[in-house]
């Protein structure tokens, strides 16, 4: 029966595969004779170029014509050079199958002053919610984005930040830098410190030197308590459109100034030491076949980071970490769609500092509704899903109300989403202390579900107002301005 079956199968396979060749062989096709571009002003055709998986002299069958249009669109788009993507065919000769590809294109404004006004961990509804807004907990400053330097690309980025954290960072960025655009070249380096600083966590809850359980200690947030500085850099390689291998090595130091921090949290280092220094390594693999990076709707990614922090025994910081990650985008109709995601990450050994004893609830790794804890642990597993509705879609031309022909394009997507979370933390830890009751949400499965409105506009912006309610029944109104998915 088995035998039956399989053989069954595999008929059915080939002559399925044996059909689709034949209907191939009959189908229509354009070739491409020439790749005109239009609107790069000041980008290179050869960055355009090498998002392209078809050049002059190939063959397109008009059945896909369609999708594959599309699919150079987006490739072009998730350069994140220009504003709007236009691909198309045309027919310079009606009596023969030569096609021009047309690829007209609205660069965005490559010189971007930006005002730092950054809330911790970007979280916003921790940031309303549980710090009522209070503006010494903000990093503000000013940052330089010059993108899309020599018009090859290539970004560079500064950074002087003022506030919870001061902070001063440079990084240059070179997409390409062998003829065959393959590898490209990353460098960083940042000086930082903190007066105040968040030096435990309590009933998931982060502490800082100013709050009210430890007011013995207030006095120290008017001192520099931390300094830290890192210095690295990277290699990518990127063999063709969607797979990236990212090579990183860098250099940390971190001191507390005041050891008292050390005396009150001895595990803020572990084992009360004032200093971390530690070579840094960390590889990235990433498969990233989303049709809109930003706010994708068809596709799928995957990616995988290894990471050793400490490679001698002489450092004083040994962690390893492994985090997975995959999210899958579903078009459902014309305007409904699904989008899905699950991420893990393993990490050890069970001891770590707490300064990286980080799982969910730091930045955007959280089931939504517990925005406002802190669930330390070693281990966790995320899975978020939404169902996305489309309201409505449309490209505004501001005309000559808009004397900066960069910004006169404004496209704005709107769309309703229904969302369900869930998430599980191990924590291992033997430190727990009466600064350290955390087995609240650790150790115990975590769930949510609620109503989202998403808007998505220019240079791929992305506003998200949510209502949700966890598994503690515990209602929440949140803003983020990064996808959810």
């Known amino acids: 029966m088995r035998f039956v079956l399989v053989s069954s199968f595999l008929l059915l396979f080939f002559s399925t595969f044996a059909q689709d060749t034949t209907q191939i062989k009959t189908k229509e096709f354009v070739i491409i004779k020439n790749i005109v571009f239009q609107g790069n002003k000041r980008t290179k055709e050869k960055i355009i170029r090498r998002e392209l998986q078809y050049q002059e002299g190939d063959t397109i069958y008009k059945a896909k014509l369609d999708s594959i249009l599309l699919w150079e669109r987006n490739k072009i788009f998730n350069t994140n050079l220009f504003v709007t993507v236009d691909v198309k065919l045309v027919n310079t000769d009606s009596t023969s199958n030569f096609m021009d590809m047309k690829i007209f294109v609205r660069e965005q404004w490559y010189t971007v002053p930006q005002l730092v006004f950054d809330v911790p961990n970007q979280n916003y509804n921790y940031f309303f919610r549980e710090l009522k807004g209070d503006l010494s907990k903000v990093n503000f400053g000013g940052k330089l984005f010059q993108r899309n330097c020599f018009g090859r690309n290539q970004t560079l980025r500064l950074t002087i930040q003022a506030g919870f954290t001061r902070n001063i960072d440079v990084s240059y960025e070179i997409p390409f830098i062998n003829k065959k655009q393959t590898l490209g070249l990353t460098v960083y380096t940042s000086i930082s410190n903190n007066r105040n600083l968040n030096y435990a966590t309590v009933e998931n809850k982060w502490k800082s ?3 009210n359980s430890f007011s013995n200690y207030s006095y120290l947030k008017d001192r520099i308590n931390r300094e830290s500085f890192r210095i690295g850099g990277g290699i990518n ?3 063709g459109f969607f797979t990236n291998h990212f090579f990183e090595i860098a250099y940390y130091h971190n001191t507390l100034v005041n050891d008292t921090i050390a005396k009150i949290n001895p595990e803020y280092f572990l084992k009360g030491q004032s200093k971390q220094r530690y ?4 590889y990235v693999y990433n498969d990233d076949r989303r049709d809109v990076r930003q706010f994708a709707l068809k596709g799928y990614a995957t990616r995988i980071d290894v990471e050793q922090l400490g490679l001698t025994p002489f ?3 040994n962690v390893f970490r492994l985090t997975a990650t995959h999210a899958r985008f579903y078009p459902l109709s014309k305007r409904f769609s699904y989008a899905g995601r699950i991420k893990g990450k393993l ?3 069970d001891i770590q500092p707490f300064v990286d004893f980080r799982a969910l609830g730091a930045g955007q790794d959280l089931v939504r509704g517990y925005d406002i804890y802190q669930i330390d642990g070693q281990h966790y597993l995320l899975w978020r899903n939404s169902l996305r509705f489309k309201v409505f879609s449309k490209l505004f031309n501001l005309g000559k109300l808009m004397f900066v022909r ?4 404004i496209p704005v997507d709107v769309y309703f ?11 291992n830890s033997t430190l727990s202390t009466e600064f350290f009751r955390n087995d609240k949400f650790s150790n115990k499965p975590l769930g949510s579900i609620g109503l989202g409105l998403n808007i998505v506009t220019f240079y791929n912006s992305v506003f998200r107002l949510e209502w949700s309610v966890n ?12 996808a959810d998915i």
């Open 209 to 211: 030197l100013d709050s």
């Open 237 to 239: 390689y990127r063999p």
């Open 279 to 282: 070579f840094y390594l960390h």
């Open 315 to 317: 450092e004083t910081q």
């Open 347 to 349: 990490s050890f050994p």
């Open 406 to 409: 960069q910004f006169r394009y």
């Open 417 to 427: 989403s229904l969302f369900s979370d869930a998430g599980y933390v191990v924590n």
């Open 471 to 482: 598994g503690a029944n515990y209602h929440a109104i949140g803003f983020n301005i990064f």
